[in-house]
């Protein structure tokens, strides 16, 4: 079964590729450069076309182009793929050239862009090329401005990139199915003047949720809202590149987000100024400093700072469940409940049984409990000094004197100055006297209420 349908598969993609070059004529098509390492690619730069300081995508990369006739021509290819989640996990999702998200699209202000998408999903797709300005038929909503691009089909959209900004891509058409499997992209058009708010670092990531039980590799499509995987561009911490910055270097960071609900990223050690939105850029008026932005569904924001702290600073969403991953959230908590006498019994039956959260989750990030295959530990992470404890939306700015203009390479833990970490206090404890514990609380604590739901009755 499984091998005839890759033989069918095979044999379908081969026929797409050949009716692509003797319909078009391979001459006429742009390459479609495809990406297989889930890895951060350096930073593209022009080789043709007007210049600019390039983006970083976070483990991803740009889509490189070629200048036809003073237009720029990309080809993008809507395709199932699959990504690594993190080491130790790999998703079966749809995505474009190879990866979840998408290649980025970089382009310069005034530039005249030509895209082709070539469809080699099972169904039907478009592509909105979300807050451009740009004629009504480009838009890509499947049905209202142009017929839908069916399997094995190539369409071709064409606009200039009128305004300079964040931007995104994704399918309008099954959008709730193609957006759950992955599809996505980040668009990047720089300015026409280099000059105009230059930076020496600029980050771009998508944020992303996906349902996918552990132990299986497609996400569950009709999820509204109980997403277990909340990513960067795809990738769920620990398998997040850090951003890797010079000190007193000027850092942009990019997000769109494509989840269905809002996240407050959250940068530790430095304040922020919000400079760009969906709009465009703020006007430098209307900036007040942040060390949190709320970003909410469909929006993109540019924050902007001076990274003078050395150090590893923690970046993640501040909605705490979404800084986990997919194991185990619909267990009851078992915080203060007395479990002595019962595990031994529960080993005579599941030798690999452990107990969780009757002090708290942390022991959840040091343990070393069997997982299904192709899963990944909720709370996870090595530092210096032990267990992160995060998964997900999470990552670390590395801020270090001495690196070059272009070193994103990770420079390791951060070496503190002597007397500069957190210590233990080994000097006397003052006594605090508390008032003794009411008899009637210490019952409350040994009482578990049966969980909420109606499946007993
Ligand atoms: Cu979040």
């Not at 069916?150 to 959008?175: C, I, N, Q, S």
Request: aromatic letters at 8%; a neutral charge.
């Amino acid at each position: 079964m499984n091998t005839r349908r890759r033989f069918f598969g095979q044999s379908a993609a081969g026929l797409i590729g050949a009716a692509l070059v003797s319909r078009v004529g391979a001459a006429s098509l742009p390459e479609a450069p495809i990406r297989t390492t889930p890895d951060m690619a350096p930073p593209l730069q022009p080789s043709s076309g007007r210049p600019y300081s390039p983006v970083v995508t976070l483990n991803g990369w740009s889509l490189p182009w070629r200048m036809n006739s003073g237009w720029k021509e990309f080809h993008l290819v809507a395709e199932p793929v699959v990504r690594q989640i993190a080491a130790g996990m790999n998703a079966h999702l749809w995505g474009y050239n190879g990866q979840s998200p998408g290649p980025t699209i970089e382009v310069v202000e005034g530039d005249k862009v030509r895209l082709f998408v070539t469809n080699k999903l099972p169904e039907h797709t478009t592509i909105h090329w979300h807050g451009q300005r740009l004629p009504n038929g480009m838009d890509g909503v499947g049905g209202l401005t142009q017929p839908h691009i069916r399997p094995g089909k190539t369409f071709v959209y064409e606009f200039e990139a009128k305004r300079p900004g964040t931007f995104m891509y994704h399918p309008h058409a099954d959008e709730m199915v193609q957006m759950a499997m992955g599809m996505m992209g980040f668009w990047v058009t720089h300015p026409k003047n280099p000059k105009f708010m230059p930076v020496d670092r600029d980050f771009v990531f998508l944020l992303g949720a996906f349902d996918i039980e552990p132990g299986s590799f497609t996400p569950r499509v009709n999820t509204m809202l109980d997403f277990n995987l909340f990513a960067f561009n795809t990738r769920v911490f620990p398998g997040i590149d850090p951003l890797v910055v010079r000190r007193n270097d000027r850092v942009r960071i990019r997000v769109g987000n494509l989840t269905m609900t809002n996240h407050p990223i959250h940068l530790h050690g430095h304040e922020f100024e919000v400079t760009g939105t969906d709009g465009g850029w703020t006007h430098p008026s209307s900036r007040w400093p942040e060390v949190t932005t709320d970003i909410g569904v469909g929006q993109m924001r540019a924050i902007e700072f001076i990274a003078n702290e050395p150090g590893d600073w923690a970046l993640h969403c501040h909605k705490s469940h979404h800084t986990m991953n997919a194991m185990g959230h619909d267990v009851p908590t078992m915080i203060g409940v007395d479990h002595r006498g019962v595990v031994e019994k529960i080993n005579r039956l599941v030798p690999d049984y452990m107990v969780m959260g009757e002090r708290g989750m942390a022991d959840m990030g040091e343990m070393e409990m069997p997982l299904p295959d192709n899963t990944l530990p909720m709370m996870t992470g090595r530092g210096q000094y032990g267990a992160i404890e995060m998964g997900g939306m999470f990552t670390v700015l590395k801020v270090r004197d001495g690196l070059a203009r272009n070193d994103y390479k990770d420079p390791g833990p951060y070496q503190h100055p002597a007397g500069t970490v957190a210590f233990e206090w080994t000097g006397q404890l003052p006594v605090a006297e508390r008032p003794a514990p009411a008899a009637a609380s210490k019952m409350s604590l040994k009482v578990r209420k049966p969980p909420a739901g109606h499946a007993g009755h």
